[in-house]
């Protein structure tokens, strides 16, 4: 899935997921982003690439029922 501008993604920060927005789309999957960390303090991030490391954006992980999403739903919901 393409990302676009306003859309919630997960920014990998300190080993854990952050909320942010996508601010701005590069050409490819690299964005910027506004969010905030688990204190509610704000943050920016530019050129962020996708994937599932650090410093890197990922779409928001799928949970039903109190259950995580297992690994093959993450990739899945990252696929295009
Ligand atoms: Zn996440």
Do not use: L, Y
């Not at 952050?18 to 905030?36: C, E, L, P, R, Y």
């Not at 943050?43 to 996708?50: D, G, K, L, N």
Request: glycine share 16%; aromatic share 6%; proline share 9%.
């Amino acid at each position: 899935m393409t990302p676009s501008i306003g859309r919630i993604v997960h920014v990998t920060i300190g080993g854990s997921c952050k909320g942010a927005m996508v601010a701005h789309v590069w050409s490819g999957q690299t964005i910027n982003v506004g969010g905030f960390d688990q204190n509610g303090q704000p943050f920016a991030r530019t050129s962020v690439p996708q994937g599932e490391g650090e410093g890197n954006w990922h779409w928001p992980e799928r949970v039903e029922e109190g259950r995580p999403a297992t690994p093959d739903e993450i990739a899945k919901a990252s696929q295009p």
